[in-house]
T-cell receptor, first 116, second 110 residues
Framework: ETGVTQTPRHLVMGMTNKKSLKCEQH?????MYWYKQSAKKPLELMFV???????ENNSVPSRFSPECPNSSHLFLHLHTLQPEDSALYLC???????????????FGPGTRLTVL | TQLLEQSPQFLSIQEGENLTVYCNSS?????LQWYRQEPGEGPVLLVT?????EVKKLKRLTFQFGDARKDSSLHITAAQPGDTGLYLC??????????FGTGTSLTVIP
């Protein structure tokens, strides 16, 4: 596997279910991100992890719970979601240049989530 | 919150035509990325520009970073149906901060 992978690619869940999204990066990066992409809206940053520590949480509801056990893996745990949470959830990774020239993000293919 | 405005929001052109997409901000970025995203897929990185005034070419695509590193443009020559997709710009600040544009949805009609 190369790049950033996400599983599952599609997920349908009821409002009372608990599920998890998984992301794995094979690029040796030290930062990982969760984004939400809804129809006709810009990408919304949800969480940022740098060196396995959460550095940003953009006022995301507690029904979304991230977990970063190591620098290669990122999870998004879901529980008691609402229909308006239906969206494409994207994972990305980057290498913080720590004062270097520039950084750039690489995305996974996304998980299409439908909440019934 | 940094804001990047992209224009136009939607663009539908005939195969073979040229087009330009703009990405504008009032903020200065250390680098700027352009992505193309197809329906149901994640954005794919096309290019990163880092120096004010920099021009990069990727086959029929030409990317330019503004002199002040606040804006950028993407020019496509002789568009093809395979160019169809959502084009996103993203400005990066030092560290882990990335700010995404509102997107331009391009349709190239055969």
């Amino acid at each position: 596997e190369t790049g950033v992978t996400q599983t599952p690619r599609h997920l349908v869940m009821g409002m009372t279910n608990k599920k998890s999204l998984k992301c794995e990066q094979h690029l040796g990066h030290n930062a990982m991100y969760w984004y939400k992409q809804s129809a006709k809206k810009p990408l919304e940053l949800m969480f940022v992890y740098s060196l396995e520590e959460r550095v940003e949480n953009n006022s995301v509801p507690s029904r979304f719970s991230p977990e970063c056990p190591n620098s290669s893996h990122l999870f998004l745990h879901l529980h008691t979601l609402q229909p308006e949470d239906s969206a494409l959830y994207l994972c990305a990774s980057s290498q913080d240049p720590a004062g270097g020239l520039y950084n750039e993000q690489f995305f996974g293919p996304g998980t299409r989530l439908t909440v019934l | 919150t940094q804001l990047l405005e992209q224009s136009p929001q939607f663009l539908s052109i005939q195969e073979g035509e040229n087009l330009t997409v703009y990405c504008n901000s009032s903020s200065v970025f250390s680098s700027l990325q352009w992505y193309r995203q197809e329906p149901g897929e994640g954005p794919v990185l096309l290019v990163t520009v880092v120096t004010g005034g920099e021009v990069k070419k990727l086959k029929r695509l030409t990317f330019q970073f503004g002199d002040a590193r606040k804006d950028s443009s993407l020019h496509i020559t002789a568009a093809q149906p395979g160019d169809t997709g959502l084009y996103l710009c993203a400005g990066a600040e030092d560290g882990n901060q990335f700010y995404f544009g509102t997107g331009t949805s391009l349709t190239v009609i055969p």
